[in-house]
């Protein structure tokens, strides 16, 4: 089955301490997302990535790393210094073609608590 | 600059009765326009999507949305509601010309209610 797997599903951190979230697709997709969810305030962007080894900044990344080493693979970190990491992450993958991306399909999400 | 609102953030329906939701856009480019749903603690799915071709846009579960340029609206519409249609929906339009750089701009959801 094809399609876009995040792990784990509920995640606890104490503050302080970094945490890594992981997304992997099988679509052969060239670019991923990384977004946030709070009850709300619909989806945020933190990072986004069009191309392997390549990654752009979102709306909200401060507090935020990802890296792109592999096309299938785009892993979020979410470092102390991010305010309020407590939250609902989704992962997308979207194709290119021609230089335009089409809808993204999204993982089922990680939810992230940190006290 | 682009961006989406839901009009509503919460509507309930009884069963078996249609559903409206509305969603106003505002964009620099002819934009393309997405409905996404999400049930409770689940990945989003999506619904159907704009991108210039036919204005009535069909998609799964019986949904269907209507692109009005002069307006500035893509509205879901259901003929009738099923239990199962209980989620938040979000509108979402592109940013870039012909979604480009991908990005998205979600509206900040509506969600809805059945009522048996």
């Known amino acids: 089955d094809g399609g876009i797997t995040q792990s784990p599903k509920y995640l606890f951190r104490k503050e302080g301490q970094n945490v890594t979230l992981s997304c992997e697709q099988n679509l052969n997709h060239d670019a991923m997302y990384w977004y946030r969810q709070d009850p709300g305030q619909g989806l945020r962007l933190i990072y986004y990535?069009?191309?392997?080894?390549?990654?752009q900044k979102g709306d909200i990344a401060e507090g935020y790393s990802v890296s792109r080493e592999k096309k299938e693979s785009f892993p979020l970190t979410v470092t102390s210094a991010q305010k309020n990491p407590t939250a609902f992450y989704l992962c997308?993958?979207?194709?290119?073609?021609?230089?335009?991306?089409?809808?993204?399909?999204f993982g089922p999400g990680t939810r992230l608590t940190v006290t | 600059a682009q961006s989406v609102t839901q009009l509503d953030s919460h509507v309930s329906v009884s069963e078996g009765t249609p559903v409206l939701l509305r969603c106003n856009y505002s964009?620099?480019?002819?934009?393309?326009l997405f409905w996404y749903v999400q049930h409770p603690n689940k990945g989003l799915q999506l619904l159907l999507k704009?991108?210039?071709?036919?204005?009535l846009v069909k998609g799964i579960n019986g949904f269907e949305a209507e692109f009005k340029k002069s307006e500035t609206s893509f509205h879901l519409t259901k003929p009738s509601a099923h239990m199962s249609d209980a989620a938040e929906y979000f509108c979402?339009?592109?940013?870039?010309?012909?979604?480009?750089?991908?990005?998205?701009?979600f509206g900040k959801g509506t969600k809805l209610s059945v009522k048996p």
């Open positions: 979402v339009v592109t940013l870039g010309r012909g979604g480009s750089q991908g990005n998205l701009i």
């Open positions: 964009s620099s480019y002819s934009p393309s």
């Open positions: 990535s069009q191309i392997v080894n390549d990654f």
């Open positions: 704009y991108t210039s071709a036919a204005t």
């Open positions: 997308a993958s979207s194709t290119r073609t021609s230089g335009v991306l089409y809808e993204q399909y």
